[in-house]
């Protein structure tokens, strides 16, 4: 069973557009939130993460939203730039020091342009 | 810092052999992850070390596979006999904590194809 879903495998957005990306999880345990993203033939990199006393994080063009209530995060970016067509991991991870992050399986965002 | 390095970035064998995976993570990391990606599962943690040592590998699939850190530059994940279904591409991470404050650092992957 996942505890991190991601149930859009893809979206597509025209560059100079908001992307939104949305993610559930299950777990009320969870107290850290990341998003990653991910080219082809690269390994993830980290993006931006938000702790779950918050219920938001920005950086630049890249905020997070998080929704306690609703298990829900979603990540915005604005404006979209073609260059952050990728796949974006959702991803969680508990409180102590042995909790391991647990990833979502993926969202494909292409920015047109 | 180079980042995390894996090797070789392709690997494709024949069903039945051995396959060694090879990371070499951050300095000063304490944590070193092996993932591995498919379409079916994405991205699934198989083990993690602390300070070279396995905290975890209930996400190891079978007795085929093992994993070892020698020291805190080096790991090696091993498929023994590796079968078709084994095809996926392996990451390796490093982090300075274990949960998700600072986020990891991942490798560029190794893409494995057993025939």
């Known amino acids: 069973d996942q505890q991190v879903k991601q149930n859009s495998p893809s979206l597509s957005v025209q560059e100079g557009r908001i992307s939104i990306l949305n993610c559930d999880y299950t777990n009320s345990m969870f107290d850290y939130f990341l998003w990653y993203k991910k080219y082809p033939a690269e390994g993830p990199t980290f993006l931006i993460s938000i702790s779950s006393i918050k219920d938001k994080n920005e950086d630049g063009r890249f905020t997070v939203f998080l929704n306690k209530s609703a298990k829900h995060l979603s990540l915005h970016i604005v404006p979209s730039q073609p260059g952050d067509s990728a796949v974006y991991f959702c991803a969680a991870s508990g409180k102590t020091s042995y909790d391991k992050v647990i990833f979502g399986p993926g969202t494909s965002l292409s920015v047109i342009p | 810092d180079a980042g995390v390095i894996q090797s070789p970035r392709h690997e494709v064998t024949e069903m039945g052999q051995e396959v060694t995976l090879r990371c070499k993570p951050i300095s000063g990391h304490d944590y070193l992850f092996w993932y591995r990606q498919t379409m079916m599962r994405g991205l699934e943690l198989l083990i993690y070390?602390?300070?070279?040592?396995?905290?975890?590998d209930s996400g190891m699939p079978e007795d085929r596979f093992s994993a070892k850190m020698p020291n805190a530059s080096f790991s090696t994940l091993k498929i023994q006999p590796s079968e078709p279904r084994d095809s996926a591409v392996y990451f390796c991470?490093?982090?300075?904590?274990?949960?998700?404050?600072?986020?990891?650092?991942f490798g560029s992957g190794t893409r494995l194809t057993v025939v």
């Open positions: 070390f602390n300070n070279n040592v396995p905290i975890d």
């Open positions: 991470a490093s982090s300075k904590t274990s949960g998700g404050r600072y986020g990891y650092t």
